[in-house]
C-alpha cells in the first residue's frame, strides 16, 4: 500500500516532517508492506486482516499498539488508538462517515486536551480502492470533502487524513487551516473567523491600519501585557471584522513606531513580536501580529499610568484592579 493523499489541519504535515520524520517513514515503511488479502476462513474479513496487518508492521517498530485512553466524558469512555509512539497516534478506519467523524472531531481533540496526543492520524482508502472492501465504508475524497466544508471551529487541533491505495503516486497535500490561525490558535485559543464572529475581546484587538498617534498602540500594547495571557493587535482587520490587509511595503514603519514609542512610553518595557501573514484571497496584502507578552513584572505603565483592556478597549486601571494585577502573575 502506498500513501497517495494527505489533509492536514493546523500544521500537523508540517509538524511529521519537521519533528517527526522517522516516524513518518515507519509509518510509510509499514503500509509498503501491507498487500490485500482474501479471507481465507468464515471468522475472517479483508478489514480485519488489514487492521491485523498493519498493527504487526507497526508494532515491529516499536508503536504501542491498541492503547485505551480514558475520556472520561459523563459516562467512562475508552478511545482505542491502534498505534501510538512519541505523541503520534494513529487510527484505521474502515467504516462509516459517522465514524470517522467522530475520531475526528470528537475522541482525538479530547486526547489531544488532556495531552495524551499531540497529533492525530487517521487512515482512510482512497475511492480506487474501496472496491476491494466491504459496502459503507467510506473513502479518503469523500470525508476530506465534508471536512474542508466544515466551519474552521471545528477543526482546532493538528490532524492528518491520510489516503492510501495500491498505486504509488506523488503525494498530493492539502493544507485546511491558514497559517494565520495556527498562531492566533497557539496564542488567544481562537481562529480568525471565530474570533470576527465573536468580536473584540480583552486579548485581541483589531486595528484596520495603524493610527497617527502612536501613543494609543502603545496603551494597547501596556494593557495586554498586564492581563493573564498578554494578547494579540491584529492590523488590517476592520472593527466590524473586515480583513482588508495591508501594504507590505508599510510594515516595517508600522513594527518601527510601535517598538520606538513602547521603549520611550512603556515602564517596564513589554515584550512582543511582529507576524506578518498574508490573505488567502488576497496575497498582495499582509496582516501583521503583534503577539505582546504577559508581563512578569506589573504593572506596565504609560506616562505613570497602568492600562487594562476593558472589552475592545484600554482603560486606566483602578487602585484595585492593579492590586489584582500585581497578584495575579503570569
Known amino acids: 500500500m502506498y500513501i497517495n493523499a494527505v489533509t492536514s489541519s493546523m500544521g500537523a504535515w508540517r509538524t511529521l516532517n519537521q519533528h517527526h520524520r522517522r516516524n513518518y517513514r515507519e ?3 509499514a503500509l509498503g508492506k501491507l498487500t490485500y488479502r482474501k479471507p481465507e476462513h468464515d471468522s475472517e474479513t479483508s478489514v480485519g486482516l488489514l487492521h491485523q496487518d498493519l498493527n504487526l508492521q507497526m508494532e515491529n517498530q516499536a508503536w504501542d499498539i491498541g492503547k485505551q485512553i480514558s475520556l472520561k466524558t459523563g459516562r467512562r469512555t475508552f478511545f ?5 509512539k512519541d505523541g503520534i497516534a494513529g487510527k484505521l478506519i474502515l467504516g462509516k462517515q459517522a465514524f470517522v467523524l467522530s475520531s475526528l472531531l470528537a475522541h482525538f481533540p479530547l486526547c489531544v486536551q488532556i495531552h495524551s496526543v499531540d497529533l492525530g492520524i487517521v487512515l482512510l482508502p482512497m475511492h480506487s480502492f474501496r472496491e476491494h472492501l466491504p ?6 475524497e469523500f470525508v476530506c470533502k465534508v471536512v474542508q466544508e466544515l466551519p474552521s471551529a471545528l477543526i482546532k487541533y493538528p490532524f492528518l487524513i491520510v489516503g492510501f491505495s495500491e498505486h504509488k503516486t506523488p503525494v498530493e497535500v492539502c493544507e485546511i487551516t491558514s497559517e494565520l490561525d495556527e498562531l492566533l490558535m497557539r496564542r488567544v485559543g481562537y481562529t480568525l473567523s471565530e474570533m470576527l464572529l465573536l468580536g473584540e475581546k480583552p486579548n485581541y484587538d483589531f486595528k484596520v491600519a495603524m493610527p497617527q498617534h502612536t501613543e494609543k498602540i502603545t496603551k494597547e500594547v501596556c494593557a495586554m501585557a498586564n492581563i493573564q495571557g498578554g494578547g494579540v493587535l491584529l492590523f488590517g482587520v476592520s472593527d466590524d471584522g473586515e480583513v482588508v490587509g495591508m501594504d507590505p511595503d508599510s510594515l516595517d514603519l508600522i513594527k518601527l513606531r510601535i517598538t520606538t514609542s513602547a521603549r520611550n512610553l512603556c515602564d517596564p518595557i513589554p515584550s512582543f513580536d511582529f507576524f506578518s501573514v498574508p490573505i488567502a484571497e488576497d496575497p498582495d496584502r499582509m496582516i501583521l501580529v503583534c503577539q505582546v507578552d504577559e508581563l512578569t513584572r506589573k504593572p506596565c505603565l504609560v506616562h505613570g499610568r497602568a492600562y487594562l483592556r476593558t472589552g475592545p478597549s484600554a482603560q486606566v486601571a ?6 489584582r494585577m500585581v497578584l495575579s502573575g503570569p
Open 27 to 29: 509509518l510509510e515503511k
Open 80 to 84: 482505542t488508538i491502534d498505534f501510538l
Open 135 to 140: 459496502k459503507g465504508i467510506s473513502d479518503y
Open 318 to 323: 483602578d487602585s484595585e484592579e492593579i492590586r
